[in-house]
Nanobody, 116 residues
């Protein structure tokens, strides 16, 4: 079992920045990839960024060049640095961890609102 707690959301003006954080606990050694997903009202859940155990990264086209995903020095920490935020980035952001058993774990979500 893996438990995830995500935080760092808030209200920011367009062009601003935010950093989301996620702390994992439990069977951390079983995690093979971590990532951030988001869901805007009336839209499906979408992958924003992902980082593997080997530190390979993958980004949605809509955030490339603006968002950066990283792991902390302690392997239970995950970050998403979001720059040049747009109103279209408004959503609930969820931390995700995938285990070797291909089980997905989720944080509780943190709201990001970007005003124009």
């Amino acid at each position: 079992q893996v438990q995830l707690v995500d935080s760092g959301g808030g209200l920011v003006q367009a062009g601003g920045s935010l950093t989301l954080s996620c702390t994992a606990s439990g069977s951390i050694d079983s995690i093979v990839a971590m990532g951030w997903y988001r869901q805007a009202p009336g839209r499906e859940l979408e992958l924003v960024a992902q980082i593997t155990r080997g530190h390979s990264t993958n980004y949605a086209d809509s955030v490339k060049g603006r968002f950066t995903i990283s792991r902390g020095d302690m392997k239970n920490l995950l970050y998403l640095r979001m720059n040049s935020l747009k109103p279209a980035d408004t959503a609930v952001y969820y931390c995700n961890a995938r285990s070797q058993q291909v089980i997905d774990y989720w944080g509780q979500g943190t709201q990001v609102t970007v005003s124009s």
